[in-house]
Protein backbone atom coordinates (compact mmCIF):
# COMPACT_ATOMS: atom_id res chain seq x y z
CA UNK A 1 0.00 0.00 0.00
CA UNK A 2 2.87 2.23 0.89
CA UNK A 3 4.39 1.63 -2.45
CA UNK A 4 0.98 2.49 -4.53
CA UNK A 5 1.11 6.25 -2.71
CA UNK A 6 4.82 6.79 -3.09
CA UNK A 7 3.87 6.08 -7.17
CA UNK A 8 0.37 7.81 -7.14
CA UNK A 9 2.13 11.04 -5.20
CA UNK A 10 5.18 11.03 -7.59
CA UNK A 11 2.59 10.76 -10.59
CA UNK A 12 0.58 13.71 -9.00
CA UNK A 13 3.95 15.40 -8.71
CA UNK A 14 4.86 14.86 -12.62
CA UNK A 15 1.90 15.78 -13.53
CA UNK A 16 1.49 18.63 -11.91
CA UNK A 17 5.27 20.07 -12.72
CA UNK A 18 4.13 19.23 -16.60
CA UNK A 19 0.83 21.83 -16.34
CA UNK A 20 2.89 24.26 -15.06
CA UNK A 21 5.50 24.25 -18.02
CA UNK A 22 3.45 23.08 -20.62
CA UNK A 23 0.96 24.70 -22.78
CA UNK A 24 -1.56 25.44 -19.78
CA UNK A 25 1.04 27.79 -18.29
CA UNK A 26 0.87 29.72 -21.92
CA UNK A 27 -2.58 29.73 -22.44
CA UNK A 28 -2.70 31.63 -18.90
CA UNK A 29 -0.19 33.79 -19.81
CA UNK A 30 -1.59 34.92 -22.70
CA UNK A 31 -5.03 35.50 -21.48
CA UNK A 32 -3.50 37.49 -18.56
CA UNK A 33 -1.81 39.90 -20.57
CA UNK A 34 -5.10 39.88 -22.94
CA UNK A 35 -7.07 40.53 -20.05
CA UNK A 36 -4.63 43.22 -19.50
CA UNK A 37 -4.86 45.15 -22.35
CA UNK A 38 -8.61 45.72 -22.35
CA UNK A 39 -8.86 46.60 -18.90
CA UNK A 40 -6.28 49.36 -19.66
CA UNK A 41 -8.32 50.94 -23.18
CA UNK A 42 -11.49 50.95 -20.32
CA UNK A 43 -9.28 53.78 -18.89
CA UNK A 44 -10.07 52.35 -15.40
CA UNK A 45 -8.03 53.60 -12.38
CA UNK A 46 -6.89 52.10 -9.33
CA UNK A 47 -8.51 52.60 -6.00
CA UNK A 48 -6.09 55.20 -4.77
CA UNK A 49 -6.26 57.11 -7.70
CA UNK A 50 -9.88 57.42 -6.80
CA UNK A 51 -9.63 58.11 -3.39
CA UNK A 52 -7.29 61.12 -4.19
CA UNK A 53 -9.34 62.82 -6.31
CA UNK A 54 -12.05 62.14 -4.12
CA UNK A 55 -10.63 63.61 -1.26
CA UNK A 56 -9.72 66.89 -4.02
CA UNK A 57 -13.12 66.65 -4.40
CA UNK A 58 -14.27 67.42 -0.94
CA UNK A 59 -11.55 70.36 -0.53
CA UNK A 60 -12.89 71.59 -3.88
CA UNK A 61 -16.79 71.90 -2.61
CA UNK A 62 -15.84 73.51 0.78
CA UNK A 63 -13.95 75.81 -0.76
CA UNK A 64 -16.75 76.85 -3.28
CA UNK A 65 -19.24 76.79 0.30
CA UNK A 66 -16.71 78.86 1.78
CA UNK A 67 -16.60 81.45 -1.36
CA UNK A 68 -19.86 81.19 -1.87
CA UNK A 69 -20.78 82.63 1.70
CA UNK A 70 -18.03 85.61 1.54
CA UNK A 71 -19.89 86.24 -2.05
CA UNK A 72 -23.27 86.69 0.75
CA UNK A 73 -21.64 88.47 3.04
CA UNK A 74 -19.32 91.15 0.88
CA UNK A 75 -23.50 91.74 -1.31
CA UNK A 76 -24.96 92.23 2.01
CA UNK A 77 -22.36 94.45 3.11
CA UNK A 78 -22.36 96.95 -0.31
CA UNK A 79 -25.90 97.01 -0.12
CA UNK A 80 -26.55 99.51 2.53
CA UNK A 81 -24.30 101.52 0.99
CA UNK A 82 -25.18 101.76 -1.84
CA UNK A 83 -28.45 103.06 -1.54
CA UNK A 84 -27.21 105.58 0.70
CA UNK A 85 -25.18 106.78 -2.32
CA UNK A 86 -28.35 107.19 -4.26
CA UNK A 87 -30.48 109.76 -2.39
CA UNK A 88 -33.97 110.54 -3.33
CA UNK A 89 -35.36 113.03 -5.48
CA UNK A 90 -36.80 116.05 -3.09
CA UNK A 91 -39.91 117.53 -4.54
Known amino acids: MLFNQNLIDEVS ?6 LQSGPLKDVESNLRALLQSLLQKLDLVTREEFDVQQQVLVRTREQLVALE ?3 VAL ?5 PSATE ?4 VAE
Open 75 to 79: ELAAA
Open 13 to 18: SKFSQT
Open 69 to 71: GRI
Open 85 to 88: TVSP
